[in-house]
């Protein structure tokens, strides 16, 4: 017995990059995450390959799976994952956007145009500067959403993936280092509304060779968890 796949056409806005010329990972992952269950539990979501923009690409969902792939190239497969994600300690919402002067970003930034992190203008961009929080081990920034990244429901889950995105690869990078995120698994608790301001919190949880690992997530002002990630980043060699 066979099971009949689902297929929809999706194409990534050129506003939604990471690296010029390819989608933002973090949106790519909240998509993902959103196809697959509608974000109520855990997605793991790894990307294969890098997601060209402005482009005609099939998802794909197959039993409990949902894939996007350019013609016959697999470039991204999410799946569910059985437990909740753990996510770094609160960071009061001043104390996260403090953090963010020591932003590496501000003296060396590889992609400055990314949607998550880059240096775009208030309103295109999330415009996420995390950077440490004396006295820990974490990195912050405080977020105030713009309207431009939310409907009548909230901020969708794609702009959530790219708002946990970034901040775990930062909790690694000095100025002007880069990687490529090859998963994120994200998990989404409560909405996010435009005009709200939130805590964004990461914390580095260890390296393999040229694999950089982390952990992120979202707080509303009181210390409610909103949304927590998992992430693997890819060092060039």
Request: charged content about 20%.
């Amino acid at each position: 017995m066979t099971t009949a796949a689902l297929q929809t056409v999706l194409s990534v806005p050129e506003r939604f990059r990471g690296p010029d010329g390819v989608a933002n990972g973090g949106w790519i992952a909240g998509t993902m995450a959103d196809a697959l269950n509608g974000s109520r539990s855990a997605v793991e979501v790894t990307l294969h390959a890098p997601t060209p923009l402005e482009t005609e690409l099939r998802l794909e969902h197959v039993a409990n799976s949902v894939s996007l792939s350019d013609g016959d190239r697999l470039l991204v497969e999410a799946i569910p994952v059985a437990e909740d994600l753990t996510a770094p300690e609160f960071v009061p919402f001043n104390d996260a956007a403090r953090a963010e002067a020591g932003f590496a970003g501000w003296h060396g930034h590889a992609f400055p145009g990314c949607f998550s992190c880059g240096l775009r203008e208030p309103g295109d961009g999330l415009r996420v500067f995390p950077g440490p929080v004396e006295g820990t081990d974490l990195v912050a920034a405080g977020w105030r959403v713009p309207f431009t990244v939310a409907d009548e429901d909230g901020v969708p889950a794609s702009v959530m993936g790219a708002a946990l995105d970034c901040v775990t690869g930062w909790s690694h990078f000095k100025p002007g280092e880069s990687a490529l995120l090859g998963r994120l698994a994200v998990q989404m608790h409560r909405r996010v509304y435009a005009g709200g301001a939130y805590s964004i919190v990461a914390r580095a949880t260890g390296r393999e060779g040229r694999k950089l690992f982390g952990e992120s997530a979202v707080y509303e002002v009181d210390g409610t968890l909103v949304a927590a990630a998992r992430a693997t980043w890819i060092a060039p060699r």
